[in-house]
């Protein structure tokens, strides 16, 4: 249920890189954090202070909300197929444009409400739990996410009416991996033919 698409530019690549490289960062970021406190909590019988609120309102949105972002650029969201292979291929590209023109007026939807939160949050100067760290920043991620995500959505719809749908399954699309023959590509590196 994705639409065809030829290849890998540069661009595309840094906008995985965009998204994925943060992700990992704070991930490993987190891992760090929580283990020092672990540690230190068995050892030196003194955990660093707010760990558990540091991770709950700020490396977990941002892991997600990135995450989010990436499963989309990848395309790597859920996709339930079975009625979308049974319609004519000619009428896929139209139905397909269609749901991602419809999901992007809900993401569209979402940012907006996000903005309205996040606004609401840093004029009240948004707290974690009950500590000094302020969680509010984190709110603006939901618009940001949201707003990439209906890009994202958009873009999809426009290349679903311009190169169309192919006649295999989601699954059989995501099964084919080739080793990419783009010199921009590193030794390795694969690409999903779409």
């Known amino acids: ?62 892991i997600a909300f990135l995450g989010f972002m990436a499963a989309q650029r990848r395309g790597q969201h859920i996709a339930a197929d079975l009625i979308f292979q049974m319609l004519p291929t000619v009428t896929r590209r139209w139905v397909l444009a269609a749901f991602n023109i419809v999901g992007a007026g809900v993401l569209a939807a979402f940012c907006r409400f996000g903005w309205t939160e996040a606004q609401f949050a840093r004029e009240i100067g948004r707290h974690a739990g009950i500590t000094p ?10 618009p940001l996410t949201f707003g990439v995500m209906t890009l994202q959505f958009l873009f999809a719809a426009i290349a679903a009416i311009r190169l169309g749908v192919d006649d295999e399954s989601l699954e059989e699309l995501e099964m084919k991996e080739v080793v990419s023959e783009d010199p921009d590509t590193h030794v390795g590196e694969k690409e999903t033919v779409r």
């Open 1 to 62: 249920m994705t639409p065809i698409t030829v290849g890998r530019n540069r661009w595309s690549r840094a906008a995985d890189l965009a998204i994925e490289v943060p992700a990992v960062i704070v991930t490993f970021v987190m891992m760090a954090h929580i283990t020092a406190n672990a540690v230190a909590r068995k050892f030196f019988e003194h955990p660093i202070e707010y760990t558990l609120e540091i991770t709950q309102y700020w490396y977990m949105p941002i």
């Open 133 to 142: 760290i302020p969680a509010w920043p984190v709110y603006y991620l939901v």
